[in-house]
C-alpha cells in the first residue's frame, strides 16, 4: 500500500483530489461495512475517477458495525452521547495522535495558536460519560492554552474565574448548558467568544439557531455567537463565527444530497441532507453520509437547519439500516 498523502499539507483542489481519492480506493478495500455498501449500491471502486463520485456512507452503520480498517487495535473509541434507549455510535480512533493533530490545526486555523486564549468548558453532560470526543478535545486544548478548564454546572465558580482571567476568552458549551447559563445569571461577558456545540439532547425545547443565538447575545453582552460542528463520526471539525455559517480546515469538505437520493448532488444553496468528507477519518471511514439537513454555499460554507425528517425520506437511503 502507497504511503497516505499528508493531508495537512493540503493547499489546493488538485491536492484534496489526489488524497480523496486514494483515502477511498484504500478504504473501499479495507473498510468492510463501507466495501459492502459500495457492493450493494453497485459502485465498483476502480471505475470511481474524481472525487465528487465517491460514495458517502449512510452514518446510522457507526451503530450498528464497526466501521474500522486500522492494522491494529484502536488505542480509544469514542462514543455519541445518546439518551436512554438509544444506540450509541462507536468510533474507532486508531490513533489519538491523529485525532490531536486533526483539532489542534483546525483550531488554529480559525483561532490561532491556543496559547493566547483561556478557554472555559460549560459540558456538565458530556463530562460524566467516558468515550466523549468533544470532552478529550477541550481537555487536550484547555492544556494548551493553559488557563481555563471544566465548570460542569458551577456557575459561580465559572464568572468569577473568567471575570479574574486577564486573556481573551473562548467559553464553550452545549446548547441547553449555555441557555441555563444565560436564564440564571445573564453575565455580561468581557473579551470572550461564546461558542455552542449544538445539542439539548432533550434538557430543553428545540428552538431555531437564529432564536437560540438571539437569547444567548442578549444574555452575554455579544454580538454573534460562534459554533463548533462535529460529531463522534468524524476526526475533524467546522466553525462558525456567526450567523450559522460553517468553514472547514482544508482537509474537509461538505456537499448536499437530495434527501430522496444520497446520489443526486445538489447545486450551491440548496436545501438538502449533508455529506462530509474528513481525509482525518483515516482508519474508518472517510466519507459520511449525516442525518443534517442544510445548504453548502460556492465558497464551500455550509449552514446547519435541523434533522432530516425520516418521514420524509423514501427509496435507496433506506437501502442500508
Not at 453497485?42 to 457507526?62: M, S
Not at 482537509?251 to 444520497?262: F, L, S, Y
Request: charged share 25%; aromatic share 10%.
Amino acid at each position: 500500500m502507497n504511503t497516505p498523502i499528508d493531508i495537512f499539507r493540503i493547499a489546493s483542489e488538485a491536492d484534496f483530489e489526489a488524497a480523496a481519492l486514494e483515502t477511498f480506493r484504500r478504504q473501499a478495500a479495507t473498510c468492510p461495512p463501507y466495501r459492502e455498501y459500495l457492493g450493494l449500491v453497485g459502485i465498483r471502486p476502480e471505475r470511481v475517477r474524481r472525487a465528487a463520485e465517491i460514495p458517502h456512507l449512510p452514518i446510522g452503520l457507526f451503530k450498528t458495525h464497526e466501521v474500522y480498517c486500522g492494522d491494529a487495535a484502536p488505542e480509544a473509541v469514542f462514543t455519541s452521547s445518546a439518551t436512554t434507549g438509544m444506540t450509541q455510535a462507536r468510533h474507532p480512533m486508531r490513533s489519538l495522535a491523529l485525532y490531536e493533530q486533526a483539532f489542534r490545526a483546525s483550531f488554529a486555523a480559525f483561532y490561532g495558536t491556543p496559547a493566547r486564549w483561556s478557554l472555559y468548558a460549560l459540558l456538565p453532560n458530556y463530562l460524566r460519560r467516558k468515550g466523549s470526543s468533544l470532552v478529550y478535545m477541550a481537555d487536550r486544548l484547555i492544556a494548551d492554552c493553559g488557563s481555563g478548564g471544566f465548570y460542569l454546572d458551577d456557575h459561580e465558580a465559572l464568572l468569577r474565574d473568567m471575570a479574574a482571567d486577564p486573556k481573551p476568552k473562548i467559553l464553550l458549551g452545549v446548547s441547553y448548558a449555555l441557555w441555563d447559563l444565560a436564564e440564571q445569571h445573564a453575565p455580561r461577558l468581557r473579551d470572550t467568544i461564546v461558542m455552542e456545540t449544538g445539542g439539548m439532547k432533550g434538557q430543553r425545547e428545540e428552538l431555531a439557531k437564529e432564536e437560540f443565538h438571539r437569547i444567548l447575545c442578549r444574555a452575554f453582552g455579544v454580538e454573534a455567537i460562534h459554533s463548533e460542528y462535529g460529531m463522534a463520526e468524524l476526526t475533524s471539525q467546522a466553525y462558525s463565527a456567526g450567523g450559522n455559517r460553517f468553514r472547514c480546515p482544508a482537509w474537509m469538505r461538505v456537499a448536499a444530497r437530495d434527501v430522496n437520493d444520497p446520489f443526486d448532488r445538489l447545486g450551491a444553496g440548496q436545501r438538502g441532507g449533508l455529506d462530509i468528507t474528513d481525509l482525518a477519518n483515516r482508519w474508518s471511514c472517510a466519507f459520511i453520509q449525516t442525518d443534517d439537513a442544510g445548504r453548502v454555499f460556492a465558497d464551500g460554507s455550509f449552514e446547519i437547519e435541523g434533522r432530516i425528517d425520516r418521514a420524509d425520506i423514501r427509496g435507496c437511503n433506506l437501502l442500508v439500516q
